[in-house]
């Protein structure tokens, strides 16, 4: 759905009734015990990467394109720009991962990752693949099947009465976003990273009751037609002091009304904090000043780029506006021609080094609330919905593959490793040890529900909802 004022407005009013209905109806539901307090990044990359040229390589010595009718893997890296075939391939920094030519700035952080290969996708179908990795379960069809998982984990912090006092606990920047369960606070609140206005105001309409758009209107600008800032937030509040509650005595009996009034102020609230200057990219005078150098090396100015997309993750993590974040940090990865050879290592290079700058930032950024630095209270997991054909098609692209690849770092994850591997012969998805991680005949072939279900359980959450379990040699 288009985001707009009229549709916010509209959401919240269907939003509480649908909540307090839904509560209602299940007056009984258990709480659970209170997962640990971590923060989540879920970073995806849009159109389907080639992992030959970033996270699952080949060694051309060993590889060359002669051999491409034995090993069906045709590298092709002579047919790049002279920066990516020159480097050929990239050394982990105290490391012995190693890294196709596309990496970017990434394998400075080597050491700080966990690189999942060999994954097996089951699908070809973009929205597909990106809805699988979101929910960590496969569509049917083509329509998601649960939550995002973004708001799964904020639905369960708020089911066990855990503290989420994130003003915007589930933050989605470009990407798609799901949920279907009955807590408020996990409903994702979704941005955009290329138009100025709603990326900084938009946090700011977060709390707006649904009263009518023109009244909205009249009270919000001023003469100049500019946001007039405090004034909604007093002007609501006037309004629900004002207004004599109607809910049936009887309807309350269960708490459904009051829970909605509580979910209102504190969204309401919301709006007194201005968190939206922690996002006014445009307008560096709103900035605290010490983000504007910081800023300024993610490009945050440029909206719609890979460094303003990451540098609006950064600023709801350092800030604390949201705990879960899913960001789209790339797209235009569907390389099927011969613009294979020029965009895909490019934009993979662009992604990853504006990933390098916000991992950086989550390394020596403290955490105010938890202590130590923000990297070790956050899993960051990266991904694409598939990858691309191991060999180049007629036109001198790279078609879907099943085979994937997929990165974690920080709180809970293994380090400095590799999980799973791709065969030598046509690069397909190889079985492995559910507790080592390496190559095992009548192991387990890892799935993207294995990688989210390790995460979810290695920060206490319940990963019931993916319909497996995870895996120890994805947890640390």
């Known amino acids: 759905m288009h985001f707009s004022r009229r549709n916010l407005f ?9 909540t307090a209905l839904a509560q209602l109806a299940r007056p009984g539901v258990a709480r659970a015990a209170p997962p640990a307090d971590r923060s989540f990044l879920f970073v995806e990359f849009n159109g389907a990467w080639d992992i030959t040229l970033s996270l699952d390589p080949r060694d051309p010595a060993q590889f060359p394109d002669s051999a491409k009718a034995q090993t069906r893997i045709e590298l092709g890296w002579s047919r790049l720009a002279p920066e990516f075939s020159a480097r050929g391939l990239v050394q982990g920094v105290n490391s012995p991962l190693r890294f196709g030519p596309a990496i970017g700035r990434l394998h400075t952080q080597a050491a700080n990752m966990c690189v999942v290969r060999g994954m097996s996708m089951d699908t070809l179908t973009h929205p597909v693949g990106t809805r699988y990795f979101l929910t960590g379960k496969p569509p049917a069809g083509l329509n998601a099947r649960g939550s995002s998982l973004g708001s799964e984990l904020a639905d369960q912090v708020a089911r066990a009465n855990a503290p989420l006092d994130e003003p915007v606990p589930h933050l989605v ?31 700011q309409e977060t709390g707006y009751d649904a009263l009518a758009d023109l009244v909205l209107e009249g009270m919000r600008k001023t003469d100049a037609g500019q946001p007039v800032g405090g004034v909604i937030p007093n002007v609501t509040r006037d309004h629900r002091s004002a207004v004599r509650a109607c809910d049936p005595a009887g309807t309350n009996a269960l708490g459904a009304f009051e829970r909605f009034r509580d979910a209102q102020l504190k969204m309401g609230a919301t709006l007194e904090k201005d968190v ?6 445009t307008n560096p005078a709103r900035l605290d000043p010490s983000d504007l150098f910081p800023l300024l090396g993610y490009g945050a100015q440029n909206l719609g780029t890979p460094g303003c997309t990451a540098a609006i993750a950064r600023q709801a993590l350092k800030y604390g506006v949201s705990r879960f974040v899913t960001i789209q940090l790339q797209s235009g990865l569907d390389t099927h021609t011969a613009r294979w050879a020029t965009e895909q290592p490019r934009l993979l290079k662009e992604g990853f080094d504006a990933l390098t700058l916000l991992l950086e930032d989550l390394h020596t950024l403290p955490d105010a609330r938890r202590g130590g630095k923000l990297i070790d209270h956050t899993t960051v997991v990266v991904f694409s919905e598939f990858s691309r054909t191991p060999y180049l098609n007629p036109n001198g692209g790279r078609d879907h593959s099943l085979t994937n690849a997929c990165l974690l770092f920080g709180a809970g994850v293994p380090k400095n490793r590799v999980v799973g591997a791709s065969s030598d012969v046509g690069m397909e998805p190889q079985a492995v040890d559910p507790m080592t991680g390496q190559v095992a005949a009548g192991g387990v072939v890892i799935r993207p529900e294995h990688v989210l279900a390790s995460v979810l359980e290695s920060a206490g959450f319940d990963a019931a909802p993916l319909r497996t379990t995870g895996l120890p040699c994805l947890k640390a």
Do not use: C, I, M, W
């Open 173 to 203: 920047v470009d990407s798609e976003a799901y949920y279907v369960g009955d807590q408020t606070k996990a409903r994702p609140f979704r941005v955009g990273s290329r138009n100025q206005y709603q990326l900084s105001l938009s946090f």
């Open 10 to 18: 509209r959401s919240l009013g269907s939003l509480t009734a649908a």
């Open 276 to 281: 939206g200057r922690y996002f006014d990219f």
